[in-house]
């Protein structure tokens, strides 16, 4: 029997993706938003935990994400760049762009959240005014936009995705900001170098933390696919019943699909960081029976889902009692067996996840943060017959910062610093917290039924059940009985053969999905609608077969209906 300890251990978890927006047939990069937010999130927060040595929490990179990483810091070191932003910002002459590179530097520079992004820059402002004027009296007036004006819009959107970190610290960029206007190509290169010596230093940085014990780093299934789903598309009838589902049955041969994306993600952590990942954020949180089976089969010590999850699955193993009290359930870990194994599961708080996703970006960051501090002791003090009580906060660690000031500057300073002198919660890392109940032989609650979901919501309704979203499906199952029929023949090389798995592990991420649906802007779902099918006709060409034509069409044209929309979503 063990005591209740004096302390409540906090996990953060901070999830780092982007899906890949590369063009295996070009090898030129869709969209920008991997090297943007490197040098705006994935540096700032690597620099609060260099600044606060004593908390312990854990990052989980995507393997997708590191494999695009490291392709921009190649491309800063062979001098060949395939984003076609990027290489605007080093072009010599903007007098003589073509139209579409006019068009691209338009149509992406004001891309960002206006309100702490935009308007807190006056020279960036009247920029946008400008544009707006010329756009007003008709679309042919743009033509009269100088190259100055396309050099210095393209500055300051660079400007305005830099890390707050870097904004204080980095001469280059205080000088620019200063300057405000008539930016030079010099002042170009110098923008353009140093955000390739940020990209570099991206991956040695979390290596470096990781090596100190500062954090833990998990990972996700290598291009961040949908597992549950992808193994059974019947598992989103688990929450939902009434659910429609995919004209296909199922996704052809995913179980063994879910378990390549697994172990190359194993395999891609132990190259990168020198060990093996002992935890396992799914894509979205997403769990099922089967897809907790693979992991066990993998020898993974721990995985995490959603509040709403382990809720249904409370339900489904005690279908005749009610629900305990939300303290007494929510802050442990869960056994889940699978014959003689078994893995931890952790659920994430939604309510504390959601208030730092949504909520605290309004308020002063000090104010924010004691406020999440008081929550916490207050979740302490509830949870006394708990003998190690965690509570689990898990949530994007890259979009939510848009919609703070100074990119959560302050709010992650005061937050860290606070929990850093509090004696009551102590921060650690789901290893360092599983060694512990280990050590002190803490008996974990059993998990007799798991209930398939993600950690929005609690289903999966955000990827399957509408018209478009089923109709991908439908395109995938298509590519990959393609696929199946071609590689199971003696037609393809073993180097075509792994071109083609490697473009059909792009076209099974789940991101495609989520954007599908018209609770997203247009503007966003077309973007995320034609990369898809870019990967898919790609797939097929790589097959040496041709793309049907149903992959021509747009799957989705997005909306403005009142439901909720964008990289983000609340859990409930």
Known sequence: MTSHSSKLDLALLWHMHQPDYRDYKTGEFMLPWVYLHAIKDYTDMAHHLENHPNIRLVVNFVPVLLDQLEDYADQFTSGTIRDPLLRLLAAPDFDHLSPD????????????????????????????????????????????????????????????????????????????????????????????????????????????????GQIEL????????????????????????????????????????????????????????????????????????????????????????????????????????????????????????????????????????????????????????????????????????????????ILDGENAWESYPYNGYYFLDDLYGILEKNADIRTTTLHAYITRLSENKTEVSRLPALAAGSWVYGNFSTWIGDRDKNQAWDLLCAAKQSYDLVTHSARLTDEEKKAAERQLASCESSDWFWWFGDYNSPHSVESFDLAFRKNLANLYRLLNIPAPVTILEPISRGGVSAGEGGAMRHAS
């Open 218 to 393: 998990s990972t996700t299934p290598h291009y961040h696919p949908l597992a549950p789903l992808l193994i059974d598309f019947n598992s989103a009838r688990d929450s939902l019943p009434d659910i429609s589902l995919p004209a296909n049955s199922a996704y052809p041969g995913g179980y063994n699909r879910v378990a390549a994306h697994l172990q190359s993600a194993i395999d891609s952590h132990r190259q990168r960081f020198g060990s093996e990942p002992d935890g396992i954020w799914p894509a979205e949180g997403s769990v099922s029976e089967p897809l907790l089976n693979i992991l066990i089969e993998h020898g993974r010590q721990w995985c995490a889902s959603g509040e709403g999850v382990l809720a249904n699955s409370l339900h489904k193993s005690y279908p005749d009692q009610p629900l305990p009290a939300r303290n007494d359930y929510l802050y442990r870990p869960y056994r889940f067996e699978s014959g003689d194994n078994s893995i931890l599961c952790f659920y994430r708080d939604d309510q504390l996840s959601d208030l730092i996703g949504f909520e605290y970006s309004k308020w002063f960051g000090r104010d924010a943060a004691e406020n999440l501090v008081q929550r916490l002791e207050q979740i302490r003090n509830e949870t006394n017959s708990n003998p190690a009580p965690i509570v689990s906060i």
């Open 101 to 212: 590179e006019r068009l691209l530097i338009l149509n992406s520079c004001f891309l960002n959240n206006h309100e702490t992004m935009l308007k807190p820059y006056p020279a960036y402002q009247q920029l946008r005014d400008l544009y707006d004027h010329l756009q007003a009296i008709g679309d042919k007036e743009l033509m009269y936009i100088s190259g100055q004006y396309l050099a210095d819009l393209l500055v300051w959107y660079h400007l305005a995705w830099m890390g707050e970190s870097v904004r204080r610290e980095n001469e280059c960029i205080v000088h620019l900001m200063s300057q405000e206007k008539l930016f030079s190509y010099g002042d170009r290169i110098q923008l353009f170098n140093l955000i390739g010596t940020l990209i570099q230093g991206i991956i040695p940085r979390y290596r470096k933390l990781a090596k100190s």
